[in-house]
């Protein structure tokens, strides 16, 4: 993923979060945010989601978001078969789910 895209992505995740938009775009600091490189940052998104009436399923390779009690009608998912990649396939499902909920809302 390219450093712009990650900056974005980042904003959106902090816009949905609540947060200020401080993004810092200087040489040193793309983000003031790690939502992609930390499950600290991630989990937090995670429970808001889970707050707003949806079930986060994070399995060893994969993550799906739906309504509860709708497992068969996903509004977001990723599926990898390297288990490395775990945190970046829930990091990718959360962007599509906002992506969704801004547009859905």
């Known amino acids: 993923m390219k450093k712009e895209e990650i900056i974005q ?5 902090a816009e949905f979060d609540g947060r200020v938009n401080t993004m810092c775009h200087n040489n040193t600091t793309a983000s003031p945010y790690d939502y992609e490189k930390s499950w600290d940052w991630l989990m937090p998104i995670i429970e808001k989601i889970e707050g707003l009436g949806f079930e986060v399923l994070i399995g060893r390779i994969s993550c799906n978001i739906n309504k509860i009690l709708d497992r068969n009608n996903p509004i977001s998912g990723f599926c990898c078969g390297d288990i490395s990649k775990k945190r970046e ?13 801004n547009k859905n809302k």
């Open 9 to 13: 992505n980042n904003k959106l995740i």
């Open 89 to 101: 396939i829930v990091y990718d499902t959360v962007i599509e789910f906002i992506n969704w909920y």
